[in-house]
T-cell receptor, first 112, second 113 residues
Framework: KAGVTQTPRYLIKTRGQQVTLSCSPI?????VSWYQQTPGQGLQFLFE???????NKGNFPGRFSGRQFSNSRSEMNVSTLELGDSALYLC???????????FGPGTRLTVL | TQLLEQSPQFLSIQEGENLTVYCNSS?????LQWYRQEPGEGPVLLVT?????EVKKLKRLTFQFGDARKDSSLHITAAQPGDTGLYLC?????????????FGQGTTLQVKP
């Protein structure tokens, strides 16, 4: 069974640009969660989607958004990038919220 | 303010030593999870503890959930270089299917041969 895949693995952007990250969950998993990981703040919850609906949201500004498609694949978008958005963005999938989460390898975003 | 406080944040020990990592909160969690993350990879779930006072063993790793379900510990016996990594505790904050998984800051463990 293929694991969670994330694309791209690495990304370099400049301030003010926008970026879209993609996540393909494990087949059969309908819940997809996104996290931001930085050395200073650790792993912070961004949002969780289940069956194309955002069920939960963390404390991030509106520049961070996401969506989920009918095949459970998910994307997250960050607009008007800031230097502080440089981080590892992790996606995790599970059968349902509260179940074991399986993480992808992450997308390393660097904002210059 | 972190909902889950992990200590220590960094630990560097020699192969063969024992160590304990702590995860504390003022909130009650229905369950706590422990993950390990290696460089360039996402976290991997090691164990979930559900019942207050529960103890689970995974080879040389022993996990304990506090009686009040507010804290947990991870004890490693005779640490090996392969145990090196970032150890994270996490708990569901909120109820039912709408709870969000909250992580501690993590403990970076380095085991030197």
């Amino acid at each position: 069974k293929a694991g969670v895949t994330q694309t791209p693995r690495y990304l370099i952007k400049t301030r003010g640009q926008q970026v879209t990250l993609s996540c393909s969950p494990i087949s059969g998993h309908r819940s997809v969660s996104w996290y931001q990981q930085t050395p200073g703040q650790g792993l912070q919850f961004l949002f969780e989607y289940f069956s194309e609906t955002q069920r939960n949201k963390g404390n991030f500004p509106g520049r961070f958004s996401g969506r989920q498609f009918s095949n459970s694949r998910s994307e997250m978008n960050v607009s008007t990038l800031e230097l502080g958005d440089s981080a590892l963005y992790l996606c995790a999938s599970s059968l349902a919220a509260g179940n074991e989460q399986f993480f992808g390898p992450g997308t390393r975003l660097t904002v210059l | 303010t972190q909902l889950l406080e992990q200590s220590p944040q960094f630990l560097s020990i020699q192969e063969g030593e024992n160590l304990t990592v702590y995860c504390n909160s003022s909130s009650v969690f229905s369950s706590l999870q422990w993950y390990r993350q290696e460089p360039g990879e996402g976290p991997v779930l090691l164990v979930t503890v559900v019942t207050g006072g529960e103890v689970k063993k995974l080879k040389r790793l022993t996990f304990q959930f506090g009686d009040a379900r507010k804290d947990s510990s991870l004890h490693i016996t005779a640490a090996q270089p392969g145990d090196t990594g970032l150890y994270l505790c996490a708990g569901i904050h909120g109820s039912g299917n709408t709870g969000k998984l909250i992580f501690g800051q993590g403990t970076t463990l380095q085991v030197k041969p």
